[in-house]
């Protein structure tokens, strides 16, 4: 092997190992979306509903920044006393890592929605879930939608450092790369198909958003 | 308004199709189900091999699935995920780290009788079944290169003594402060110091010997490096490194439900000679192969063990 220079042992490598990198990066993916999947789900209903009780937000979002600066590992550490050890602590990590960029988004796209078109909503004899419904979601759908495309490229990153809590995923190649002799390229098979995830979700996503985008902004 | 239908009907679709990939195991990735079983193995190449044999071996031969629970630190935190549910069988265990680490008990010479009380410890203490040896041991040992070892005429561990005051060493985190066959206890067996010693993660220390970062280092005796580096292994001549055989432990609670589980491990006993092991450990280290790949091709070689099955 010590022939080959790095590009050349990471084709051998793809070559021999192949079907075992797609195995860990559909692990990889899953884990990450269920994490976000998991955050929409609260993070949006939270952050439309603190757009409506103003004084709540601040509490919300303070909460939401403070986990935010928690490092991941000792997130991950830390949830593992709890869940113990395997997928279920990483997505856990995902899944509060991606609430403040998704509940921030809805609470922004929700107060960005100009008073004059809801005031005209309430004058058209809107009840409230009419108005949420037909007027503030379809206005902050791109807003929320860019949230969450932030946090899936985030959850990505934080999947791969899962690995050390026993989960698997793209990380376990890594990490037996930083282990092995001359795991230059091995580090390289983990971390390129990383990275090509995260383009691949944030292009995606963001191709989404721009369908998604609201009417008024469109010439 | 079309939009936010759209929307919602493409999350649906999403969320939908994403339960039916995972198909009928929880989230599709995961565990906590009586018909997936958790192995867990440590972040050495060796445990990661063995981890990936018996997972394929349980695949191959049976219904049921099976979650590696992959790259844990030490033997502890192996003792730990088993202790608390979160893993059913360990693929790597040594007796001798065990002896002295998990059970506090002192450490004995002879490895069958290790093997033995280990082996009753586990079931009176843990009710986990200690499986007979895959067929190698795996132990400490210390390594220099060949120069050193002709510049200083090395031959065996006390010989390292008369210059070790001149030398760095390159070790195992974990060894440092093992108890009973950790640095401290080494000190007062062999009686001498090194000038300094640098814990390390355990898979460095080869390939820092051989760069010449280091000039003597404690490494496992069945690495593949050894090998391929051509490196002098010592001899442990007041046999302070106790016996690691090495073996696989599974919780009592999952070998009671899945009766079929023990006559398929029992299939590995003694099949893993320490030649083997140091062959499939230089395919993963040298050939740039992954564990699961290595253990495949191991396991088809042998026709999964079919014809042992029968003892």
């Known amino acids: 092997m010590t022939n080959l220079n790095t590009w050349q042992q990471l084709v051998y490598y793809f070559q021999h190992n192949g079907s075992y990198v797609l195995r860990q990066f559909s692990q990889h993916f899953l884990i990450s979306i269920y994490g976000v999947l998991l955050a929409a789900l609260i993070g949006i209903p939270l952050g439309i509903f603190i757009a409506h009780r103003k004084k709540l937000s601040n509490v919300i979002i303070g909460v939401a920044n403070v986990i935010q600066t928690v490092p991941s590992l000792a997130m991950l550490s830390i949830i593992m006393l709890g869940l113990g050890l395997g997928t279920r602590t990483v997505i856990a990590t995902v899944f509060l890592y991606s609430l403040l960029p998704i509940i921030k988004n809805t609470y922004t796209g929700m107060e960005n929605v100009s008073d004059n078109i809801i005031d005209s909503g309430i004058g058209m004899g809107m009840t409230n879930w009419q108005l949420l419904r037909m007027v503030e979601l379809p206005l902050s759908l791109a807003v929320i939608m860019a949230g969450i495309r932030n946090a899936l490229v985030v959850a990505i990153g934080i999947t791969a450092i899962g690995a050390f809590v026993g989960a698997g995923g793209l990380g376990d190649i890594i990490i037996r790369g930083t282990n092995a002799t001359n795991g230059g390229a091995l580090i390289l098979a983990g971390a390129l198909p990383t990275a090509l995830m995260a383009i691949i979700a944030d292009v995606t996503l963001g191709f989404i958003q721009r369908h998604l985008e609201a009417p008024q902004a469109r010439p | ?311």
């Open chain 2, 1 to 311: 308004m079309h939009k936010i239908r759209r929307f919602i009907t493409s999350c649906g679709l999403l969320v939908g199709s994403l339960l039916l990939l995972s198909g009928c195991q929880p989230l599709g990735i995961g565990n906590r189900q009586s018909q997936t079983i958790r192995i867990s193995s440590l972040s050495t190449t060796e445990s990661q091999i063995l981890a990936n044999i018996l997972s394929e071996l349980i695949t191959h031969e049976t219904q049921n699935k099976v979650t590696l629970i992959n790259n844990l630190g030490s033997s502890t935190v192996t003792h730990e995920s088993l202790i608390r549910g979160d893993a059913d069988i360990a693929a790597s265990r040594y007796a001798g780290t065990e002896l002295t680490g998990t059970l506090k008990m002192k450490p004995t010479k002879d490895p069958e009788k290790a093997q033995k009380i280990v082996k009753k410890a586990f079931k009176d203490r843990y009710n986990q079944t200690w499986f007979p040896s895959y067929g190698f041991a795996d132990t400490y040992a210390f390594m220099v290169t060949q120069e050193t070892a002709k510049k200083y005429h090395l031959e065996t561990v006390s010989d390292l003594g008369k210059v070790a005051d001149q030398l760095t060493a390159g070790v195992d985190s974990v060894w440092v402060n093992h108890e009973g066959d950790g640095y401290p206890a080494f000190k007062e067996t062999y009686g001498y110091d090194f000038k300094k010693v640098a814990p390390m993660q355990i898979g460095l220390v080869y390939s820092a010997l051989a760069a010449g970062k280091m000039d003597v280092v404690l490494g496992y005796s069945t690495d593949g490096r050894i090998k391929s580096y051509d490196l002098k292994v010592l001899k442990d001549d007041r046999r302070f490194f106790p016996p690691y055989d090495t073996s696989v432990v599974a919780t009592d609670q999952i070998l009671k439900e899945q009766p079929a589980l023990a006559p398929l491990l029992h299939r590995l006993d003694g099949k893993i000679d320490l030649d083997t092991m140091q062959t499939l450990n230089f395919k993963v280290d040298n050939d740039l192969l992954e564990p699961a790949v290595v253990a495949k091709q191991f396991l088809q070689e042998h026709d999964y063990f079919r014809k042992g099955a029968a003892k």
